[in-house]
């Protein structure tokens, strides 16, 4: 009789030998947990289109934080609603705003915590484009010295990392100079390199309130279709001096991830944005699928693809139920 010598599923048997064997692993390490900052006092309110995401103060914000790095968390990117809006976003830079607030507080609670601060400006103008405006267009060159703003006041309210997230030409180069002008030359850049246009916003632009009032974003962020422009974008913003290159958003472009995982030997990291963090909520409260097997098989769909570090909504349920065990 004819024996099968090569049997792969052998080392499928059990559940110590699919560990002992797994490629790819998640760690709670691996996160970084978004919070949403608001103006105010004790404030917990649930964003309807995320459920189990909030709207907090910093005084709530502080408990989240706390309980972030309790379950291994040892990241947080801050975005935030603003107490006023203008037309060239000047809250975001306004030291007593809520977002810089929240910085010096958890920073000062958690001083080993790993503060990554939104450099944007959509969440602060009153037409929720993310930079200068000359009539319906968005001035690339004018809009660099306002990130310039943003940078800096993060960095002196305890950001360890700033993100800038508009999709400017050159805004790299001018944040890094801007930080080091200011003494802040340890303060590293997690660029979105590669942002694309995407549909898979929609939540979070409810969430921060950041939905243009006229047009799109279509004019900096990039078009889906395009791959080789992304590893443009990557060597750009690697010659400007970004430290972290991330891909946004994750899941319709793991492939853009793996790319740009083969072609960069710098991090990488990917934005489990909010769009995919609320269809996975829907389909879950509507019992149709097995919420933390998807949560989780997605996460680690995207270490496979060749993330570093992931930001995800999902990040405080994910660290629990890693140190539960029997995730996969």
Known sequence: MYTQKLRPRRMRISPAVRDMVRETTLSPKDFIYPLFIVPGENVKEEIPSMPGVYHLSVDQALKVAREAWELGIPA???FGLPEYKDADGSSAWDMTSPVQRAMMAIKKALPEMVIVGDVCLCQYTSHGHC?????HYVDNDKTLKLLQKVAVSQAEAGADMVAPSDMMDGRV????EALDDHDFINVSIMSYAVKYASGYYGPFRDAADSAPQ???????????????EALKEVELDLAEG???IMVKPALAYLDIVHQVRETINRPVATYNVSGEYAMVKAAAQNGWIDEKRIVMETLLSM????S???IT???LDAARWLQEGNCF
């Open 308 to 310: 570093d570090m992931i």
């Open 242 to 244: 970004a430290d972290i």
């Open 76 to 78: 947080l990117e801050i």
């Open 313 to 315: 909504y999902h990040a």
């Open 131 to 135: 930079g200068h405006l000359e009539g």
């Open 173 to 176: 180069a001018a944040i890094r």
């Open 303 to 306: 270490k496979r693809a060749g």
């Open 214 to 228: 006229f047009g799109n974003r279509k004019q900096y962020q990039m078009d889906p279709g395009n791959a080789r």
